[in-house]
């Protein structure tokens, strides 16, 4: 089963903004809406956004999500070392009527 | 607060089936809008949607597990289930059980259980 496609890493420096995409066609991030999960080493996987852009309670407004088209992006403001995870997107498929994952982003705070 | 539990065997030998129940607490399984669903991350990959119940029993499976998978629900215990045949060491992996929430275009997991470790040896 296809995953959606986000880029295998990224870094930034602590205290700097960095972005994660996540791109996908029009069956799934394209029509329907988006997550985030942040997976910390050892740790199960958090839902950090959800809805394209809402943050549940307890997530601070550092993370950030937006969705244009058939792409999705994970924002982070002002980087801590504690944000270093795999972050992973998820949308539902249309067509495959089931649930699409990215195939994961390793942010690393330098 | 809501609280998912995996439970199950920790090694399978190559061709058998495993099996894993995932116990709910602080909420009810008979929730309207939720469904219970099964994910997985082999080690070194990604995460791996495996498939979700809905506490009617109506299932969505992973197109390229399904010919393996079956999830069941029992409400009267608060737990789903899962059952993985003829595994093989692909197959080894963290399982998680998660909420989801599922309404039109909306589709989320927010809650998940802490996962555990199933080996194919």
């Known amino acids: 089963q296809s995953v959606l496609t986000q880029p295998p890493s990224v870094s930034a420096a602590p205290g700097q903004m960095v972005t994660i995409s996540c791109s996908g066609s029009s069956s799934n991030v394209g029509n329907n809406y988006v997550s985030w999960y942040q997976r910390l080493p050892g740790t199960a996987p958090k839902l950090l956004i959800y809805?394209?852009?809402k943050r549940p309670s307890g997530i601070p407004d550092r993370f950030s999500g937006s969705k244009s088209g058939t792409s999705a992006t994970l924002g982070f403001t002002g980087l801590q070392t504690g944000d270093e995870a795999d972050y992973y997107c998820g949308a539902w498929d249309t067509s495959l009527n089931a649930v699409l994952f990215g195939g994961g982003t390793k942010l690393t705070v330098l | 607060q809501l609280q998912l539990q995996e439970s199950g065997p920790g090694l399978v030998k190559p061709s058998e089936t495993l099996s894993l129940t995932c116990t709910v607490s602080g909420g009810s399984i008979s929730s309207s809008n939720y469904h219970w669903g099964w994910i997985r991350q082999p080690p070194g990959k990604g995460l791996e949607w495996i498939g979700s119940i809905y506490y009617t029993g109506n299932t969505y499976y992973n197109t390229s597990l399904k010919s393996r998978v079956t999830i069941s629900v029992d409400t009267s215990k608060n737990q789903f289930s899962l059952k993985l045949s003829s595994v093989a060491a692909a197959d080894t992996a963290i399982y998680y059980c998660?909420?989801?929430?599922?309404?039109?275009?909306?589709?989320?997991?927010?809650?998940w259980g802490r996962g555990t470790a199933v080996t194919v040896s």
């Open positions: 998660a909420r989801a929430y599922d309404v039109g275009y909306h589709y989320y997991m927010d809650v």
């Open positions: 809805d394209n852009n």
